[in-house]
């Protein structure tokens, strides 16, 4: 039962270098989101999505840019890599409709920018 | 953006002792949620509140969803070392949009056995 995957775990990158990174979930949801976690903050919510081929922006999305072509999928990336984007990241699903649908998050990538 | 008043910021206890944390937002939410964040790994549930007023129990987790619908806090009992970590409230609204969930600050757990 895996839930929520992200992969990779860890990188580390170069500024100005870019990259992807992947969240699939099998559970079938509709809505999609991406987070950042910094130290001492909660998560912050990147961009997201509620349903195949939609995105929206959360609340802090600059330099930051996703896809969902599929529903399983949902795609983080980063053009031109920032030292200030060093962070963990957690991709979270959640199924469509109002109450009791809690999200559900994967283990988080932990990206580094040097 | 809206962030979550969560206090305390962090706690340093020992074993068997109760621990009670709490969150507080200017803004009302639809459902409140209670996660838990182990090193390394991403936030799990524990306690999802959907009713203002709402107290719920998950073992030795108590939460309630204050009357007001803005604030609600996490009780722990006769804690134990596998309690330490973070822990996180979360407001969560929903509509046509996604369920949005707005975050706290967290509270970071020590336990000394």
């Known amino acids: 039962n895996a839930g929520v995957t992200q992969t990779p775990k860890f990188r580390v990158l170069k500024t100005g270098q870019s990259m992807t990174l992947l969240c699939a979930q099998d559970m079938n949801h509709e809505y999609m989101y991406w987070y950042r976690q910094d130290p001492g903050m909660g998560l912050r919510l990147i961009h997201y999505?509620?349903?195949?081929?939609?995105?929206a922006k959360g609340e802090v999305p600059d330099g930051y840019n996703v896809s969902r072509l599929k529903k399983q999928n949902f795609l983080l990336g980063l053009e031109s890599a920032a030292p200030s984007q060093t962070s963990v990241y957690f991709c979270?699903?959640?199924?469509?409709?109002?109450?009791?649908?809690?999200?559900?998050f994967g283990d988080g990538t932990r990206l580094s920018i040097l | 953006g809206q962030q979550l008043n969560q206090s305390p910021q962090s706690m340093f206890i020992q074993e068997g002792e109760d621990v009670s944390m709490n969150c507080t937002s200017s803004s009302i939410f639809n459902t409140w949620l209670w996660y838990k964040q182990d090193p390394g790994e991403g936030p799990v549930l524990l306690i999802a509140l959907y009713k203002a007023g709402e107290l719920t129990s998950n073992g030795r987790l108590t939460a309630q969803f204050g009357i007001t619908r803005k604030d609600s806090f996490l009780n722990i009992s006769a804690s134990i070392p596998s309690d330490v970590g973070i822990y996180f409230c979360a407001g969560q609204l929903y509509n046509n949009a996604g369920n949005m969930l707005t975050f706290g600050g967290g509270t970071r757990l020590m336990v000394k056995p």
């Open positions: 999505s509620v349903g195949e081929g939609t995105t």
């Open positions: 979270a699903s959640s199924p469509r409709g109002q109450g009791n649908q809690p999200q559900h």
